[in-house]
């Protein structure tokens, strides 16, 4: 995983609560058994005609969001199934910031094994930067992981929280099986009691 | 300290709690299926490591597999390499797989409690949001990411960071023709799909101790639907009924040992959640959803809600949305709403029971002009003890489709789908845009409901029939 630096980046809009992991990545894109090249099948169901062309429509295909790094998005993002190509197929366009009120839980742990920043904020923080991203598409946000910030050129910037794990991770781009294969010890240790104790769970 | 059941169970398995890191959490079982899996194979390899526990893995092979013609080869080459794929990881690794020829072979969530893989007390994941269903043993089992399913082969254990607890009770008893699918619909619409998230449930109540062990499964099957980690049932003698003699259950001396266990696991007397939400029971009619979230949901006799009826701004869009795709207007009656095809399967409702009940609906019925109806066990062992009942003789005659198990039109992975603007009475779980294919229209009912969508070609209030 590549480790998460500060940067500045076009911040796209997507104003819609609930967004599902079923639109970001339609189920007929899950029989791939490789971990690539999802992004060209993100949002495929809103983004492209039935023709195979750009949805002119849809928010991600406005000229002035090309690029953008990070994604502000409605409540409850990234609700339903737990397909991991949701956040492959997010990353692999270009997205690494995701910014909203809140997210299901696996989804949320899914992007932070991919190198995705997912930041919660408040309603009222939502609403402010949705309005400046509105009045102003196409402007561009600093993301300051390491500060826990974000500078938004109106001053609608705010400082967010984040678990210091995941910060930690996300920082150093480090691979969490190996984190927790230090533990090996204690692994074996439980197994052993858990062996004595639950004999039936391995007979 | 009182503690809640989920409470006992996180403490029992927890390996690592250091300040600094997320808690290290021990997992007993481990499910796959063949779309979930194979990137973490890939990872396993690459990265030089190996299954740590290979007795504690059963997988299937469900999303892609044809329903029918299954002796002829997989028509999609890219659904053929999955399945192919699936097959060589699980014997390169040595791991307890059904796949399609198997007569133990089945949708995973509805194969693993028929062999008593899982038991009160373990935690239990899954590559697939749906693991939720085995909370009806009391099983902490939740959905994990393909990440996750790579981290918890090498190591047996998932970083988790602890859920807070939310008890839903349900007093009373259900109406007749109410079912747990109904009450998940219900919670769901109650609490909304973002509702139970960084939670986890555990179901309460005279109405929840009255399911059997079927509609436990369905019940906490959706627990993920309102937003939640995971949903638990207390074991009770239902539990322990249901899984005595199973293949992976214990036996002989271990059964009283285990049973001891079990009887240990169930919240202590006062013990306190941090949210608690009521429903009554006989409050609770056979619930359809009209919308494109699983809690945009209405009872039978309701009409399609109007956008101006929602105070909040987010939730009057979203039905504004909905009705737009859904090709529907407010205030139209529920059962004015025609259908044109009617799916009875899935991990939510394709096991013995929901044929049980739907067959005892579509009984004597016939499949209205124009519409299709499938009928898809969730396993071979719930098609062939329906087969041994009679059940498949009913929906044939009624001019049902009996399939091969499989997930079928749940997701629509395997050629199963809806075309465009087509409308479906469906048991699955999810109503999202585009799920049973794009521009389909899915509305969620329980099975019995589905069997009588399917007989008026219309959605029917079951409670007068």
Same mark, same amino acid.
């Given at each position: ?91 692999? #366009? ?57 500078? +938004? ?34 692994? +074996?240790? #439980? ?13 | ?35 979930? $899996? ?201 539990? #322990? ?24 696991? +169930? $919240? ?63 205030? +139209? ?46 396993? #071979? ?16 005659? &009624? ?56 007989? &008026? ?9």
């Amino acid at each position: 995983m590549e480790p998460y630096l500060k940067h500045d980046s076009i911040a796209a809009l997507m104003d819609r609560n609930n967004v599902d992991t079923d639109q970001i990545i339609p189920k007929q894109f899950l029989k791939k058994v490789e971990r690539s090249g999802f992004g060209i099948h993100l949002f495929h169901d809103w983004r492209y005609n039935d023709d195979g062309s750009d949805n002119a429509e849809f928010e991600l295909n406005k000229p002035a969001f090309k690029g953008a790094k990070i994604l502000v998005a409605g409540d409850n993002f990234g609700c339903g199934s737990s397909r991991e190509h949701a956040p492959w197929a997010i990353a692999d #366009y270009g997205f690494n910031t995701i910014i909203s009120t809140s997210y299901a839980d696996i989804f949320y742990n899914n992007c932070f094994k991919n190198g995705i920043l997912a930041i919660r904020v408040s309603q009222e923080q939502l609403d402010k930067v949705m309005a400046e991203i509105s009045a102003d598409e196409g402007v561009r946000f600093t993301v300051d992981l390491e500060n826990q910030q974000v500078i +938004t050129p109106a001053g609608n910037g705010f400082n967010f929280e984040i678990d210091p794990f995941r910060k930690g991770n996300l920082l150093s781009g480090l691979d969490d099986i190996g984190l927790t294969l230090k533990h090996v010890d204690k692994i +074996t240790a #439980y197994e052993v009691t858990h062996k004595q104790n639950f004999p039936w769970l391995w007979a | 300290m009182k503690k809640t059941m989920y409470e006992k169970i996180w403490d029992s398995h927890l390996v690592v709690d250091e300040a600094g890191q997320a808690p290290l959490i021990y997992v007993d079982r481990h499910l796959m299926h063949e779309v979930t $899996s194979p990137q973490a194979f890939e990872g396993l390899k690459l990265s030089g490591r190996k299954v740590r526990n290979p007795h504690s893995i059963l997988a299937t092979m469900d999303h892609c597999v044809p329903t029918k013609n299954r002796d002829l080869p997989i028509a999609d080459p890219i659904a053929k390499k999955q399945i192919e794929t699936m097959a060589d990881n699980c014997r390169e690794n040595g791991l307890n797989l059904y796949d399609m020829k198997n007569p133990n072979n089945g949708v995973i969530h509805v194969v693993v409690p028929e062999h008593g893989f899982v038991h009160p007390g373990m935690v239990v994941v899954c590559g697939d949001s749906h693991t939720a269903t085995h909370g009806a043993f009391g099983a902490l089992a939740f959905g994990i990411g393909t990440s996750e399913v790579e981290h918890v082969m090498a190591t047996q254990t998932l970083p988790q960071k602890k859920s807070k607890t939310m008890q839903v009770v349900v007093n009373g008893s259900l109406s007749k023709y109410a079912s747990a699918k109904d009450i998940a619909l219900a919670i769901t619409g109650k609490i909304g799909t973002a509702g139970g998230t960084g939670y986890v449930i555990e179901y309460t109540g005279s109405a929840i101790r009255e399911l059997s062990m079927e509609g436990r499964m369905t019940l906490c099957n959706m627990a993920i639907e309102a937003g939640a980690r995971a949903g638990l049932v207390a074991p009770d003698e239902k539990t #322990y009924e249901y899984l005595k003699g199973r293949e992976f259950a214990p036996a002989g001396d271990y059964w009283d040992q285990a049973l001891a266990y079990w009887k240990s696991l +169930t $919240s202590d007397e006062g013990a306190e959640f941090d949210t608690t939400v009521v429903l009554e029971g006989a409050d609770i009619a056979p619930q359809v959803s009209w919308g494109t979230s699983p809690e945009q949901v209405v009872g039978v006799d309701g009409v399609v809600p109007s956008p101006d009826s929602f105070a909040d701004e987010g939730k009057r869009k979203a039905c504004e949305g909905a009705l737009a795709y859904m090709g529907l207007t407010a205030n +139209t009656k529920i059962t004015d709403i025609p259908v044109d095809l009617v799916f009875i399967g899935s991990c939510t409702n394709g096991r013995i029971e929901d044929f049980r009940i739907a067959a005892e609906v579509a009984k004597g019925t016939k499949v209205a002009p124009g519409v299709t109806a499938l009928a898809v066990p969730g396993s #071979y062992h719930v098609k062939k003890q329906a087969e041994d009942e009679g059940l498949d003789k009913i929906f044939i005659e &009624a001019g049902w489709e009996w399939r091969d198990p499989g997930c079928s039109m749940c997701l629509a992975m395997n050629g199963d789908e809806l075309t465009k603007g087509q409308r479906s009475a469906s048991t699955s779980n999810r109503n999202f845009e585009g799920r049973q294919g794009k521009g389909g229209r899915t509305h969620l009912v329980s099975p019995a409901m589905a069997a009588a969508a399917a007989a &008026a070609g219309h959605f029917v209030d079951i409670r007068n029939l």
